[in-house]
Nanobody, 124 residues
Framework: QLQLVESGGGLVQPAGSLRLSCAASGRTFSSYRMAWFRQAPGKEREFVAN????????AYAGSVKGRFTISRDNAKNTVYLQMNSLRPEDTAVYTCAVQGVMGPVLRSDLYQYWGPGTQVTVSS
C-alpha cells in the first residue's frame, strides 16, 4: 500500500552527523507507526527507532539512544532520522519500515512495508 524511498546516506567521519529521510507514498501515511532499521554485512537486521502516528512517542535501540532522533512530517509523508555522534559501528544500510501490527517495536515481523535502504558509512 505504501512505497518507501530512503535518502541522505553517505560517508561521514566518526563523531559526525547525518540526516536520513524516508519519503512515503499514499494518503494514509499518518495512520501508521514508522521505524528505522539497519543491517550491517554479515549481521541480522537491527531495530533503530520507532515513532507513532502523531510523532509524540518514540522508541530507540539502546545503542543509538541519546545520539539518534526519529521524527516525522505527516504533511510531507516523510520520516527522518537525525544521527549525531556517529561511530564506525553505525555503518550499515538503513531502511525505513511501516508498522503493521502492535507489539514490541524491535521485532521486524511487525512491519509490513520496507524501503530499499540507504548506505551509511562511518569511517575516518
Amino acid at each position: 500500500q505504501l512505497q518507501l524511498v530512503e535518502s541522505g546516506g553517505g560517508l561521514v567521519q566518526p563523531a559526525g552527523s547525518l540526516r536520513l529521510s524516508c519519503a512515503a507514498s499514499g494518503r494514509t501515511f499518518s495512520s501508521y507507526r514508522m521505524a528505522w532499521f539497519r543491517q550491517a554485512p554479515g549481521k541480522e537486521r537491527e531495530f533503530v527507532a520507532n515513532i507513532n502516528q502523531s510523532g509524540d512517542s518514540t522508541a530507540y535501540a539502546g545503542s543509538v539512544k541519546g545520539r539518534f532522533t526519529i521524527s516525522r512530517d505527516n504533511a510531507k509523508n516523510t520520516v527522518y532520522l537525525q544521527m549525531n555522534s556517529l561511530r564506525p559501528e553505525d555503518t550499515a544500510v538503513y531502511t525505513c519500515a511501516v508498522q503493521g501490527v502492535m507489539g514490541p517495536v524491535l521485532r521486524s515481523d511487525l512491519y509490513q512495508y520496507w524501503g530499499p535502504g540507504t548506505q551509511v558509512t562511518v569511517s575516518s
